[in-house]
């Protein structure tokens, strides 16, 4: 009996300092982060350093914009979504190429977004005109072109 307390202890142990480890890991890999959180998801720690997710914008400057009747093309994706990896490779180089400023808003950061800005699925693409949505894009098209077109339509409406 006094085995099974034993190893009963000592595996809890384990398991304790292997959430304490990753706990700290994951903290320590946030700290100095574009999101200002303490924490975030490990996910999103693995697109920390890809260049592809930079330009992010957070809920309250997005706010901000959008109640000063700004104009601004928004990217609504999750790290975790599959369809949101195949778009971001595709998209990225495209606006850059465009000259278009693409801000990217982390939903599995802010949650809050989904409802806030009505995102049934990612990725979405939205464009505010003067503070107010005018167009929106939803979900991956294999037929690159279709963003390119709906780029270029944002672009000419906020001319």
Not at 117 to 144: A, C, K
């Amino acid at each position: 009996m006094k085995k099974v307390i034993i190893f009963t202890v000592i595996i809890v142990a384990i398991f304790g300092a292997l959430a304490f480890i990753t706990t700290t890991q994951n903290k320590q890999q946030a700290e100095g982060n574009p999101y200002g959180k303490d924490t975030l998801d490990p996910a999103t720690i693995k697109q920390l350093e890809d260049p592809n997710y930079g330009n992010q914008i957070l809920p309250d400057e997005l706010e901000s914009k959008l109640d000063n009747g700004e104009s601004i093309t928004v990217y609504f994706y999750d790290p975790k979504c599959p369809h949101c990896q195949e778009t971001t490779p595709v998209i990225v180089p495209m606006v850059d190429e465009m000259g278009l400023d693409l801000k990217k808003f982390n939903l599995l950061e802010f949650r809050d977004g989904w409802n806030k800005y009505g995102i049934e699925s990612t990725p979405t693409l939205i464009h505010f005109e003067n503070g107010e949505e005018v167009s929106r894009l939803v979900g991956y098209h294999p037929d690159h072109n279709e963003y390119k077109t709906w780029f270029e339509a944002a672009m000419a409406s906020s001319k």
